[in-house]
């Protein structure tokens, strides 16, 4: 159970950086805490997993660290089969489709990145593209707005 209705993809980018000298203040640690919290919900597709391991391990995150991110997003995370593929709008970076197909067909309301590529195509898409800080704000006012709602199955 969420206690929002927001179902975010984050990309590769704001994992890594939550890992590497992220301080306590850190909005991309308290983007992951508060999902933990399970104030909203984060989507994955096989893809995007793929992805997330491939890039801990290039940038040495300890195997320690990636089974425990792995094992909390196997746990509270919501996995999302690809079943549409067809986007109005590609990014310039191939590895982006993968994230923004999960945001399209996990009905997300947030991609969370630091790109300025994947940021340039918000409006395009029925999502929100944005960077953590803003959907932490998003998230605070949902907080203050809406009720507890369950995770879907």
Same mark, same amino acid.
């Given at each position: ?14 994992l890594l950086a939550s890992k ?20 909203? $919900?984060?989507? +994955?597709? /096989? ?14 995150? *300890?195997? @320690? ?6 094992s909390s997003l196997f746990h ?34 947030? $991609?969370?990145? +630091?790109? /300025?590529?994947?940021?340039n195509l918000g409006g395009q ?6 960077? *953590?800080? @803003? ?19």
């Open positions: 159970m969420t206690k929002t209705p927001l179902r975010s993809v984050p990309d590769t980018n704001v590497v000298g992220a301080g306590p203040a850190s909005p991309n640690r308290e983007y992951f805490d508060r999902w933990e919290r399970r104030e909203f $919900l984060i989507l +994955y597709s /096989r893809d995007t997993l793929l992805e997330y391991i491939e890039k801990l391990l290039e940038k040495a995150i *300890p195997e @320690e660290t990636v089974r425990g991110f792995l509270i995370g919501e996995e999302v089969p690809i079943q549409y593929f067809h986007l109005r709008t590609y990014p310039i970076d191939a590895d982006d489709i993968a994230f923004l197909l999960c945001a399209h067909n996990g009905e997300g309301t947030h $991609l969370v990145t +630091y790109d /300025r590529h994947l940021r898409h029925p999502f929100r593209i944005c960077g *953590p800080v @803003e959907f932490l704000k998003d998230l605070r006012q949902a907080l203050k707005t809406e009720p507890t709602t369950p995770a879907r199955p």
